[in-house]
């Protein structure tokens, strides 16, 4: 459903493909308390300074404009987002806003058991919990940390304190977890969650990424199909990167096929940072400062800078990352030593 009350040139706002700015996803913090190989290898990190974080206020205000301009869903992520202190209270502060149709959570989980119910009065939609194993050894070797039960009872807390459409996220990585995809649905049958398996990427740090480490969508097909039987689509019109698809006993989950069938062209979302970073892509590597204008010139002015911003917006980087693929030049996607010369460039901060 569009926002009936946009004016008529915020409804065509559409970037060079057509694409339309739907959704927003906002790093609240670029601190995490696990280091997962696949996104944070190394264990120390060049992190954006806290006095230049955007405080509460402007991340409400830059949503505002966000949705002035047909942002309908917003998405909380990190780093790890339950790290930044009383998110509540955004929360609170973003619902007061009548544009935004859907706010969600994308965490790690660990702290939930202890902030589902502040979460939940103060009106998140919907939680994401991120688990990629069921086994305690593997997470702590994936991880690093031993936070394991911690987030078993988060996933618990979330039911319990009244949320619906639980999503779990699993990144499907071929020789680590490969052997758990079946395991990862029959859990999240019962715990009331869809689970959603995404493809591993090189984005930012993975700079352990190979394709061979890729568990294809087809792969994953294959496999739960080998176990459960026939598996059908499931057909709806949408432009969220899951394909849904039906087990014969109904139960439904996701693939996100990001590095193998890229979904690009249909690509409604861009991220900010915690410290007012705007990026059009997961891949782009130079983001448009808001914050800036956002403190020294005028609300109308970040309006303009989003407006021509997304206007001008070519990015299709999964899909120009798999043309590398197929000329069997790709190679690593962004150096260390450039890694740590701009944090912002690290999937830890500008969000999954
Ligand atoms: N810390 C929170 C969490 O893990 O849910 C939120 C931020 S995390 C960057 C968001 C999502 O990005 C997680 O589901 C994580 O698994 C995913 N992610 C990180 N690196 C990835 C990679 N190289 N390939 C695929 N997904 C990745
Ligand atoms: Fe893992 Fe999320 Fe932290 Fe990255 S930001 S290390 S995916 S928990
Ligand atoms: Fe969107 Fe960029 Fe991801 Fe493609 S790679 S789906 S354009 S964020």
Redesign the pocket.
């Known amino acids: 459903m569009t926002n009936p009350s946009l004016d008529q040139s915020t409804k065509d706002l559409l970037d060079t493909f057509d694409r339309p700015l739907r959704n927003l996803r906002v790093s609240v913090t670029d601190r995490?308390n696990?280091?997962?190989q696949y996104?944070?290898p190394e264990e120390e990190y060049a992190w954006l300074p806290r006095d230049t974080l955007l405080t509460f206020e402007e991340m409400k205000t830059l949503v505002g404009i966000f949705t002035d301009l047909g942002v309908e869903k917003v998405r909380l992520t990190?780093?790890?987002p339950l790290l930044r202190r009383d998110l509540a209270t955004l929360i609170r502060m973003l619902n007061q806003n009548t544009r935004i149709q859907d706010i969600a959570l994308t965490t790690?989980g660990i702290l939930l058991a202890e902030q589902a119910q502040e979460l939940y009065e103060a009106g998140l939609h919907r939680v994401t919990v991120?688990l990629d194993t069921l086994r305690a050894d593997r997470f702590k070797a994936l991880?690093r940390r031993e936070s394991f039960d911690r987030v078993m009872e988060g996933i618990q807390a979330v039911s319990d304190v009244g949320f619906h459409g639980l999503k779990l996220d699993t990144v499907a990585i071929r020789g680590f977890n490969d052997d758990e995809l079946v395991d990862v649905i029959e859990y999240g049958k019962r715990v009331n969650a869809e689970v959603r398996f995404i493809e591993y990427m090189d984005v930012g740090g993975a700079n352990d990424w190979s394709m061979d480490k890729v568990l294809s969508h087809a792969a994953i097909l294959l496999e739960l199909s080998e176990h459960y039987g026939p598996i059908e689509p499931v057909n709806e019109k949408s432009s969220a990167p899951a394909q849904r698809f039906l087990l014969p006993d109904g139960t439904t989950f996701g693939i996100i096929p990001s590095t193998t069938v890229p979904f690009c062209a249909t690509c409604d979302r861009s991220r900010l940072t915690a410290d007012g970073m705007w990026y059009l892509c997961l891949y782009a590597q130079h983001g448009l400062d808001l914050k800036k204008p956002l403190r020294t010139a005028s609300l109308d002015e970040v309006k303009q800078q989003i407006l021509s911003g997304w206007r001008a917006r070519t990015d299709r980087g999964a899909e120009e990352r798999k043309a590398l693929e197929t000329s069997n030049i790709r190679g690593r996607f962004i150096e260390i030593e450039k890694l740590r010369q701009d944090p912002h460039l690290e999937?830890?901060a500008r969000g999954?």
């Open positions: 995490c696990l280091r997962c996104c944070m990190g780093g790890e790690n991120s991880t999937m830890h999954g």
